[in-house]
């Protein structure tokens, strides 16, 4: 298999394994994203949602990627969209790797929605307060551009932020997701 050919394989990983975030995230972000009722929804500031991703040194993600999703359902009605981000910073730093373990040294990724996707995430709130009832999702995707080949677990933080002067809240801490090579 080729290295490219490879890599899409781990991002296709990668991916699946974000989509399922929800089932791993902490019972603290689980109770607040469960307060984020309709009206809190609506009140969202685009320009002020956060998503920061972390990855083990050496590990590099393709910040041009990364998108958060939102699962809007609601009266029989289910609508999923995608909003790119934009990489703000990139800088080093330490996540706890479990608990009976140390820090790791990573690479973390903070971004937030591009103009377009603010626009259109405005548009969405606009959308979801006119619907009655609903219940909202988030998920963040991503893909790997290089991934050293002695890497045999792949371990990624994700937090999302969602308003200027708010706490991030954690959907994955430390997740670890295995490595298999083709020979």
């Given at each position: 298999m080729?290295?490219?050919a490879w890599l899409r394989g781990v991002s296709s990983l990668l991916l699946g394994a974000l989509l399922v975030s929800c089932?791993?995230?902490p019972l603290s972000t689980a109770l607040r994203l469960s307060r984020l009722d309709r009206q809190a929804f609506t009140n969202l500031?685009?320009?002020s949602i956060r998503v920061r991703v972390a990855v083990q040194e050496g590990v590099e993600l393709?910040?041009?990627?990364?998108e958060l999703g939102v699962m809007l359902s609601g009266a029989g009605a289910h609508s999923r969209e995608v909003f790119a981000l934009a990489?703000?910073?990139r800088t080093p730093g330490t996540r706890s790797a479990g608990l009976f373990r140390g820090s790791e040294a990573v690479v973390q990724h903070e971004l937030a929605l591009t103009p377009d996707s603010a626009q259109r995430f405005a548009e969405l709130q606009h959308r979801a307060f006119s619907d009655q009832g609903g219940r909202y999702e988030?998920?963040?995707n991503a893909s790997l551009s290089r991934l050293p080949p002695t890497t045999r677990v792949l371990r990624l933080w994700i937090d999302v932020r969602l308003d200027q002067d708010g706490p991030y809240m954690v959907l994955f801490d430390g997740a670890e997701l295995p490595?298999?090579?083709d020979r």
């Amino acid at each position: 298999m080729t290295g490219t050919a490879w890599l899409r394989g781990v991002s296709s990983l990668l991916l699946g394994a974000l989509l399922v975030s929800c089932a791993s995230i902490p019972l603290s972000t689980a109770l607040r994203l469960s307060r984020l009722d309709r009206q809190a929804f609506t009140n969202l500031d685009p320009r002020s949602i956060r998503v920061r991703v972390a990855v083990q040194e050496g590990v590099e993600l393709n910040p041009d990627s990364i998108e958060l999703g939102v699962m809007l359902s609601g009266a029989g009605a289910h609508s999923r969209e995608v909003f790119a981000l934009a990489e703000q910073l990139r800088t080093p730093g330490t996540r706890s790797a479990g608990l009976f373990r140390g820090s790791e040294a990573v690479v973390q990724h903070e971004l937030a929605l591009t103009p377009d996707s603010a626009q259109r995430f405005a548009e969405l709130q606009h959308r979801a307060f006119s619907d009655q009832g609903g219940r909202y999702e988030l998920d963040v995707n991503a893909s790997l551009s290089r991934l050293p080949p002695t890497t045999r677990v792949l371990r990624l933080w994700i937090d999302v932020r969602l308003d200027q002067d708010g706490p991030y809240m954690v959907l994955f801490d430390g997740a670890e997701l295995p490595v298999e090579y083709d020979r």
